[in-house]
């Protein structure tokens, strides 16, 4: 699962079915795996909003 959200964090383009398999290999079904997903993509996304917008960054 950590791979998996590394490599969609740092690598997006590159994920393809086989990491959704090796998911699913290690006991991990759809429901999960679009948990997984949603929630790494959903912190990536709002890291990139709140970076955008100098949240947290001194003035």
Request: proline share 5%; aromatic share 8%; hydrophobic share 40%.
């Amino acid at each position: 699962m950590l791979d998996y959200t590394a490599k969609l964090t740092k690598e997006p383009q590159r994920i393809t079915p086989a990491d959704v398999d090796r998911l699913r290999s290690v006991g991990f079904d759809d429901t999960a795996i679009l948990q997984i997903n949603l929630i790494a993509s959903f912190f990536n996304y709002i890291n990139r909003v709140a970076d955008g917008l100098g949240v947290g960054k001194p003035a």
